[in-house]
């Protein structure tokens, strides 16, 4: 008699990101460049919280189109349809239908409490309106809705993290064992990349300077431009030391693109000149992007295949998410269909 073989099910994890702009090489530094190896070890589920993000007003087009490049984009960076469920969140309508049942089982105290309110109600005092507040019920019905075991996050989302597992353990508190209570996973972190004009500062998509921040998208010749003029220091050497902010920087994102420690770069160096080495780590930026520009580019160009992948996409998370919204419904008292 054959022993049966017991295949130890993935854990699953869930991701969204809201298309606000084009990801910078921050982003993909610091965490996209290691998502292909992510969907090798877990069950992995990416979104595009295009629902999220209209807390601030976006224009219809410009909507439409950024919700279209992050998706190609996330495809380009190395994200598998065919490893991952890759959808965009406002095309499974049970997000919507579970965030309102969460509203029911959160308190007003718990969403006051939430610094990222309070925060950007002050960035955007002229539109402090109630999804902006609500904003975690949405969040924690994302989560729930697909029974994730585990939630990548970074510092500015654990809050957000710990009110979904509250409203979690309140709700099977009342009906039993309906949601999966997530806990959060630190991912290995890559490398904290900052403002190439400002290197005191995180690179970011907000920069009120142009030059230093890096897109995804940005040409060669654009990218060259940007580190050509970055911040660095009187000293000219390249060695890493503390107020060094400027040439530190330009280490950890040439050590991260090349795969050189600071000490073989330091040599590598020894005796040149910041303009060598702005070079350098300009022309290592720009051949690391060319296969996912490339790989961008032409997704960009096959619209019908990209249609193609989050309806499909869509299909398969709105199965899984109607399974838990179901059970919910019902646990509630709410007449089935």
């Known amino acids: 008699m054959s022993e049966e073989i017991k295949v130890e099910r993935k854990k699953r994890s869930l ?12 982003n993909y530094l610091g965490a996209m460049r290691g998502w292909p190896t992510f969907q090798d070890d877990f069950d992995t589920i990416f979104g595009i919280a295009d629902l999220h993000s209209i807390t601030v007003r976006q224009e219809p087009a410009k909507l439409r189109q950024q919700t279209t490049q ?16 890759l959808f ?12 309102w049942l969460l509203n029911c089982y959160t308190q007003f105290g718990e969403l006051n409490r939430m610094t990222q309110f309070k925060d950007k109600s002050a960035q955007h005092a002229d539109n402090v309106n109630a999804g902006l507040f609500t904003y975690p019920c949405l969040m924690a019905a994302d989560i729930l809705l697909y029974q994730a075991d585990v939630v990548p996050v970074g510092a500015d989302q654990k809050q957000h993290l710990e009110i979904t597992r509250d409203i979690a353990e309140r709700f099977n508190g009342i009906y039993g064992n309906v949601f999966t209570v997530p806990e ?36 060669p010749n654009v ?47 020894s005796g040149k000149g910041y303009g060598d080495f702005k070079k350098a780590v ?25 249609e193609e ?15 838990t919204l179901s059970k919910a419904m019902k646990k509630i008292g709410f007449l089935a269909k």
């Open 15 to 26: 991701s969204l990101i809201q298309p606000t702009s084009i990801p910078t090489l921050g």
């Open 88 to 99: 965009v969140q406002s095309h499974v309508a049970q997000h919507s239908q579970l965030a």
């Open 70 to 85: 992050l998706y190609a984009m996330l495809m380009a960076v190395g994200l598998d349809p065919q490893k991952s469920i």
């Open 282 to 306: 300009g022309e290592a930026v720009v051949a690391e992007l060319e296969p996912v520009q490339k790989k961008y580019n032409e997704l960009l160009k096959d619209k019908k295949y990209l």
């Open 309 to 323: 992948c989050w309806t499909n996409g869509a299909d398969i998370a709105s199965r899984l998410a109607d399974r």
């Open 223 to 269: 990218i060259m431009k940007k580190f050509k003029s970055a911040v660095t220091d009187s000293e000219m050497s390249v060695h890493y030391a503390d107020g060094k902010d400027g040439i530190n920087n330009l280490m950890t994102i040439y050590s991260a693109v090349t795969g050189e420690s600071f000490e073989a770069i330091e040599r590598d160096f």
């Open 184 to 219: 959060p996973y630190i991912p290995k972190q890559g490398a904290r990349v900052m403002s190439l004009q400002n290197p005191v500062s995180k690179m970011s998509k907000s920069d009120p300077n142009p030059k230093g921040t890096v897109y995804l998208t940005d040409e």
